[in-house]
């Protein structure tokens, strides 16, 4: 999927597959505009290029900036690829499609928030930092008719992305759903997770969902 990703970045992995199976069921047509926040190596930014559509794509870590801008030059693809904080360098702008593959494991709360590598992956006791923030910000960055797809862990709570997308007046649903092996971050937080009854006792797998959010024309 993706040729280079630089040491500390997120490399490509079934949630990222997932996401990208929902875009190209989503099929933006060419032209459409795209929005990519957090982004990592590209990867779903890149795919959306070779659509033909207008990407732009965040990350608040200046490698995946970097490892992003280097893709996107290496496979010769038009993307606008900015640092900062989920939609602050896209504020003013609105959008067809916004695709989102944010931190969203459950991480012990160790005294201060996500840091290092793990910035890609933990999002506070409850799975939600990140996916909280989008869906309050992102329903008023799509144009009508604007679609958000959203991938995360069935552990850090589908019902209320769908309570909060419904809440800020977008329709949405659960359009995909994929159950993968613990992979080692899930497999080292196992027995707090269990304690902190995320995880049930027989559970042994995780279960990705894709939401598909739809701003009425
Ligand atoms: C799970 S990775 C997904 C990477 C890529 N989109 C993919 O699907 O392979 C999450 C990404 O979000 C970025 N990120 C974390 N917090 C962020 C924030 N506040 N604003 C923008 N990006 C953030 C991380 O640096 C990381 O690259």
Known sequence: MIALVLPGVYAPQDDTELLAEALH??????????????????????????RGAEVTAVDVSRRAVWTARLNAWMTRLPVRIRRGNLFTP????????????????????????????ARAWDAGRDGRLLLDRICRDAPALLRPGGVLLIVHSALSGSDRTLELLRAAGLKASVIRRRWIAFGPVLRSREDWLRRSGLLAPAEDREELVVIRAERPC
């Open 25 to 50: 069921e989503e099929a933006p047509p060419p032209g459409a505009r795209v929005l990519d926040v957090g982004t990592g190596s590209g990867a779903l930014a890149l795919e959306a290029a070779r």
């Open 90 to 117: 896209v504020r003013d702008r609105t959008y067809d499609l916004i695709l989102a593959n944010p931190p969203y494991v459950p991480a012990p709360d160790a005294g201060r928030g996500p840091h290092g590598r």
